[in-house]
């Protein structure tokens, strides 16, 4: 369970955060909605360790993150996996070398490893048939494909499902998304979604997405927080969410659905 209490944020004379108070639970998927430049990623980049609060609390399993050592932040940061805005690849490397990347950077050197890591993360974005059929001909020809590939050769889609296998590698107990649907078409979209929602269901990770598409929220969300003004406006299912009477929330879903 991540608790965030009291969190707030600036930079320079801008408060971003004015004191957040916000509770994901574990298992299921939690939307984090709102307007563009209302704070989703400046929140995001607190709960996993890559900014600091300037007041206030972030919680992961009842322990509080300002107090871990290096190592702690290290392990957080492991079990964490995050699919950032844009795909955010690295367009020298391979798919092989971007999703395996971060365990290489953690000192792992047995090629047997990081192979079987990315065929499994590679196989649950569907960039490969599924595990069992590893070791068939037709399998080991894609994977010898794929794995080869540069940033540059896949579509937008693809792109995007290798950011997300990169933030599955190490099976991390929460998987964070900031606009995963962000400048893709609404096919690719709709697609995208239904990934984020196929594993959230088959991984037992813990889902944020932060999004402004409603479609999305609509499609995966089992909670949904949004976030106005630096603060939280609205928490709750997405039932609770479409009855809302908070003029906010109103105008909110008026504009983006
Ligand atoms: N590192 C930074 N330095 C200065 N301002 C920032 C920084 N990161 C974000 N901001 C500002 O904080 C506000 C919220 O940004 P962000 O969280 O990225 O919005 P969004 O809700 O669209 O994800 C924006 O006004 C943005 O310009
Ligand atoms: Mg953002």
Redesign the pocket.
């Known amino acids: 369970m991540i608790e965030i209490r009291g969190l707030k944020k600036a930079?320079?004379a801008?408060q971003?955060l004015r004191g957040i108070d916000l509770t994901v639970p574990t298992g299921g998927t939690t939307c984090i909605i709102?307007?563009?430049?209302?704070?989703?990623?400046?929140?995001l980049k607190h709960i996993v360790g890559l900014l600091k609060a300037d007041e206030g609390d972030v919680f992961l399993d009842g322990k509080n993150i300002r107090d871990f050592n290096r190592e702690e932040i290290y392990a957080l940061r492991r079990s964490v996996g995050f699919v950032f805005?844009g795909a955010a690849l690295f367009d020298s490397l391979t798919v092989f070398d971007n999703v395996v990347i971060s365990l290489v950077e953690h000192g792992e050197k047995d090629t047997e490893k990081l192979d079987s890591e990315a065929r499994r993360v590679l196989s649950a974005v569907g960039l490969l048939p599924p595990r069992s059929e590893s070791g068939t001909a037709a399998y080991e020809k894609e994977y010898a494909i794929i794995r080869e590939k540069k940033p540059s050769d896949l579509s937008g889609g693809m792109r995007k499902r290798v950011g997300v296998a990169r933030a599955l590698v190490g099976s991390p107990d929460y998987i964070f998304y900031?606009?995963p649907t962000t400048g893709l078409d609404p096919i690719t979209s709709q697609q995208i979604d239904d990934l984020v929602g196929e594993l959230a269901k088959s991984l037992k990770a813990t889902s944020v997405v932060?999004t402004h598409d409603m479609f999305s929220v609509f499609n995966i969300a089992d909670h949904v927080v949004m976030?106005e003004a630096g603060l939280v406006q609205f928490s709750g299912s997405v039932a609770e969410l479409r009855a809302s009477q908070d003029p906010v929330v109103v105008e909110f879903l008026a504009r983006y659905v």
Request: some cysteine.
């Open positions: 930079f320079g801008k971003v709102g307007k563009s430049g209302c704070g989703k990623s400046v929140l805005q900031d606009e932060i976030l």
